[in-house]
């Protein structure tokens, strides 16, 4: 899985007169207020048609989607489910937490007009729309994953790299989701299941411990990073990261809660809730009974 981060344009700022969110991140400042306040100022009709338009006009935040539109949700604690005293999945969603999260959602994208970009091509991402409105200075701030910046390394302008803001000061720490899309090796029926357990956890742990840091510190902060603080705030993001269970096994699809409902443009929670918490609950029974075998 990836880990979602935000990427700012420094040159925009700059121009701006917008302080780098850097101190604010460092001292635990960097809340959903302030990046809205960024959101709000940053959008500008450039071609002057009446009309925001990804591929042309400037945008205090842009995302391509199924990235800060799902993204957000777990990163300003939303949760599906918790465990239970017994480590059972509990289903959880009905809060006001999640209700409020949701609203914010929806003042980012569809009152503060931030495009979902769409992108349907393979792994190539340096050809994504909301990748090149970046690059070429129309995005204040980008929602990606940090695996992304790999697209960028031919940029201009320089850019630096935040974590996602808190939900509010009260949240303690930032989260950093990690999205659940994996590649996957298949293993014949004849594979004996112990001995194959043994080695994907073998895999898993030396992966853990040689590959990850490899990755933040070779590629990340040497090959892709533009400054010096950007190492300090990948450490952040690297001691934040966070798999959420109910993310990573969708229950009754619930994982794409707040995706589903910007594509509907509504913020209509009671009634998503209403229709969808008998599948979600029935899928959770039945992660029970399997796990129980």
């Not at 420094?10 to 400042?29: I, Q």
């Not at 048609?49 to 604690?77: E, P």
């Not at 070429?136 to 803001?165: A, H």
């Amino acid at each position: 899985g990836h880990v979602q981060a935000f990427l700012f344009n420094k040159k925009l700022f700059t121009d701006s007169n917008t302080e780098y969110p850097y101190n604010a991140v460092r001292n635990g400042s960097w809340t959903n207020e302030n990046f809205e306040k960024i959101v709000k100022s940053g959008n500008e009709d450039i071609n002057g048609d009446g009309v925001y338009t990804a591929g042309d006009d400037r945008f205090g935040f842009m995302s391509m989607g199924l990235f800060a539109d799902v993204m957000y949700f777990y990163n300003f604690g939303g949760k599906i489910v918790e465990k239970d005293e017994n480590d059972y999945p509990v289903l959880v969603l009905n809060s006001p937490q999640n209700i409020s999260i949701i609203e914010t959602g929806y003042r980012w994208f569809i009152e503060n007009n931030s495009p979902l970009t769409l992108y349907e091509g393979n792994d190539d991402y340096s050809v994504e729309v909301s990748h090149v409105a970046f690059k070429s200075d129309r995005v204040y701030i980008l929602g990606t994953n940090l695996k992304n910046i790999r697209v960028l390394r031919d940029m201009e302008s320089d850019f630096g790299i935040i974590p996602y803001p808190k939900f509010d000061e009260s949240q303690e720490n930032y989260i950093s989701i990690i999205d659940g899309a994996v590649p996957l090796t298949v293993l014949p029926k004849t594979a004996e299941a112990e001995f194959s357990g043994l080695i994907t956890e073998a895999l898993a742990r030396e992966s853990y411990k040689n590959i990850t840091p490899a990755f933040y510190e070779s590629t990340l902060e040497q090959k892709y990073s533009r400054d010096e603080v950007s190492a300090e705030m990948l450490k952040i993001i690297r001691d934040t990261t966070y798999f959420d269970m109910g993310y990573v096994f969708n229950f009754g699809g619930s994982g794409f809660i707040s995706r589903d409902l910007l594509t509907n443009k509504s913020m209509d929670f009671a009634s998503y809730y209403a229709k969808n918490k008998k599948m979600i609950q029935r899928n959770i029974d039945k992660f029970i009974e399997s796990m129980n075998g």
